[in-house]
């Protein structure tokens, strides 16, 4: 009994953690109509920073600074942040298919990166040496599980609220205006690419600070937990929610990152010896079904955006 | 330097034949097809079933080509992995992206073309393993044409070349002289407007995916032939590939051919100062560095 409360402890941290970046990529797709090709790139710049911030001295690795966890998770979002701004005055004034693949191309980038850079990210092997914070505290390995998800469940309503009312506000109908019709905006005064470029950044510090939250739960992270194909199931997730509607972002988070741990644990447990080699290769097959499936027969996701009148005209 | 240049202009070959086709499907139905790349894989194991099947007919095809590595067998796979991958980008166009695009939703297509790579790559994977391949276990010797500076060539990469050269004149002869050629750039040009002249919109889209496919398919066998085949090459070789597109200007078909050649030398050029490692990132470097000076490519134009 123990052991499946444990399992879901576990297991409703990482969604809670993914559900954070699909927040913060609902942000700019689904509010602002940016396309990030490159979420893994942000979410692994927060990871990457937040242990460089917080970690004790490592050889092979840069910094180490052992910073107060809420100061190193606070400087992952904002070095996340950077990457994006820089990222998004290059691209942001182009056409919509060359931001989506230059932000690819930074994944990639991000990515190798990562895995050469031996003396600066710990290269292949990832980097080590964090101590989670409170750790040393609470002895009991259960508790302090719980007492995690407690922190991610706290960031994850607190970016939830912060974004519902951001979306409320007028800068909120400023970036759907923007996402409708750009020219329209412009016209009336606004100044489009200024805030695109701010959403793209705000959503890119959410991707971030998820990223930090993942690194800091593992105490550890590598190459291969920044994958570009991070960036397709985070979509996938989006997608299977409903671009535009924060609930729905979070639920569709849920939804796959459980039957991705479902038909993990099924082909591990059923699937014959020869077949387990090819888990991944299946559940990505799944993966791309599903977006693929969501896109022809339901493209507004299941919980679709509620489309609100702001001021009732009289 | 001079073997980073020749090698250059071979993996640049490779990437011009795919971006033609990507250059051209961008351009006409105004997507990124982030799935484009999978289709080089797709047709270097289509190749690969077919020359097994040809040399297990008839075992004489698998005697190679005098000093080629390339087998009968792989020559008579050609040209049919080339209209089975074409034939294959219609249908997955027909199925998924004709639909979504029916739909009125652009950029949707290129969520939709994520999905279509995640399932082509993991198929591949699954159905032909996920190990590295190669069409002939034979070693084709290399030609040493030149001691100072260093030369190396094998016959694979000359025949490529070769090939490369003759695909791309065909095309240029396709695109300036015959009706399709016209329509086709009509169709690039403006739908709508081409669409009232009385073009077919229907068949130059599926032609465009059908030819495509087709230099995609090629692409991949060349890949595979100078280097090999794996279900992950499509993975690696998409930046590099939409560089190319980029470089030259999206819907530029000579555009994509030059841009091609750059990426492909820059890429082995800058293996002289960086770590082999590093080598995928530089397609984003070059897409950086074009953006910065020519938003549009070094062939497009503006386009709203």
């Avoid at chain 1, 409708?180 to 805030?195: H, M, W």
């Avoid at chain 2, 276990?137 to 490529?160: E, G, H, R, T, Y």
């Avoid at chain 2, 230099?215 to 100078?226: D, P, Q, S, V």
């Amino acid at each position: 009994m123990i052991g499946i409360i444990s399992y879901a402890v576990f297991f409703t941290t990482i969604a809670a953690i993914l559900a954070i970046a699909v927040l913060g990529l609902n942000f700019q797709w689904g509010n602002t109509g940016l396309f990030n090709g490159g979420v893994a790139a942000f979410f692994g710049a927060g990871a990457y920073a937040t242990i460089m911030l917080g970690g004790t001295p490592q050889p092979d690795q840069l910094g180490g600074f052992g910073l107060f966890y809420p100061l190193a998770l606070i400087g992952g979002t904002i070095i996340a942040g950077a990457l994006a701004w820089v990222v998004g005055l290059l691209t942001l004034r182009l056409r919509h298919d060359y931001l989506a693949i230059s932000t690819f191309g930074v994944a990639v980038a991000f990515e190798t990166v990562v895995r050469n850079a031996s003396g600066f990210s710990g290269g292949a092997l990832g980097m080590r040496g964090f101590e989670r914070p409170l750790e040393a505290l609470i002895a009991n390995p259960f508790f302090y599980n719980l007492l995690f998800l407690l922190l991610v469940a706290v960031v994850l309503l607190a970016v939830y609220f912060y974004l519902e009312r951001v979306i409320k506000s007028p800068f909120g109908r400023l970036l759907r205006a923007i996402r409708e019709d750009e020219v329209a905006a412009q016209s009336l005064g606004k100044n489009p690419s200024k805030i695109r470029l701010k959403a793209f950044v705000v959503g890119s510090m959410i991707m971030g600070m998820a990223g930090g939250l993942f690194a800091s739960f593992y105490a550890f992270i590598s190459p291969q937990d920044v994958l570009p194909t991070l960036t397709f199931q985070i979509w996938a997730m989006l997608i299977v929610g409903g671009a535009g509607n924060n609930k729905g972002a979070i639920a569709g988070t849920f939804i796959i990152w459980g039957a991705w741990t479902l038909s993990g644990w099924g082909l591990a447990n059923y699937a014959p010896i020869e077949a387990q080699l090819y888990t991944g290769s299946i559940q990505y097959i799944i993966i791309g079904f599903i977006i693929v499936g969501m896109l022809l027969w339901r493209p507004q996701g299941l919980f679709p955006e509620k489309l609100v009148v702001s001021q009732s005209g009289r | 330097m001079i073997q980073s240049l020749a090698d250059g202009i071979l993996s640049g070959s490779i990437i011009s034949l795919g971006a033609i086709g990507l250059t051209m499907v961008m351009h006409t139905l105004r997507f990124a097809n982030f799935s484009h790349a999978e289709l080089l894989s797709l047709g270097a194991y289509i190749a690969l079933v077919f020359d097994g099947v040809f040399s297990a007919l008839l075992p004489v095809l698998s005697t190679s080509l005098g000093g080629l590595s390339l087998t009968w067998g792989l020559l008579l796979a050609f040209p049919v992995a080339l209209l089975i991958t074409g034939f294959s980008a219609m249908i997955i166009d027909r199925w998924v992206f004709k639909r979504i695009r029916e739909k009125g939703e652009e950029l949707s297509m290129v969520f939709a073309s994520f999905g279509v790579a995640l399932i082509i790559r993991n198929a591949l994977g699954l159905m032909f393993g996920l190990e590295t391949q190669l069409y002939s276990d034979d070693i084709a010797f290399a030609m040493l044409l030149s001691q100072d500076p260093l030369l190396i060539v094998k016959p694979d990469q000359v025949f490529v070349l070769g090939l490369t050269a003759v695909i791309m004149v065909l095309l240029h002869l396709m695109l300036s002289k015959t009706t399709f050629g016209y329509s086709l750039r009509a169709v690039a040009e403006n739908p709508t407007l081409a669409a009232v002249s009385g073009v077919d919109l229907k068949r130059v889209i599926a032609t465009i995916w059908i030819l495509g496919g087709g230099l995609a398919a090629a692409a991949g066998i060349f890949y595979g032939l100078t280097n090999n085949i794996s279900p992950i090459m499509g993975r690696d070789l998409v930046l590099p590939i939409f560089a190319a597109t980029i470089v030259g200007g999206i819907g530029s078909i000579y555009g994509a051919v030059l841009g091609g050649f750059i990426v492909g030398l820059a890429a082995n050029m800058a293996l002289l100062i960086l770590p082999s490692g590093y080598s995928p990132a530089v397609p984003f470097l070059i897409i950086l560095a074009v953006l910065l000076v020519r938003p549009n490519g070094l062939f497009g134009e503006a386009r709203s």
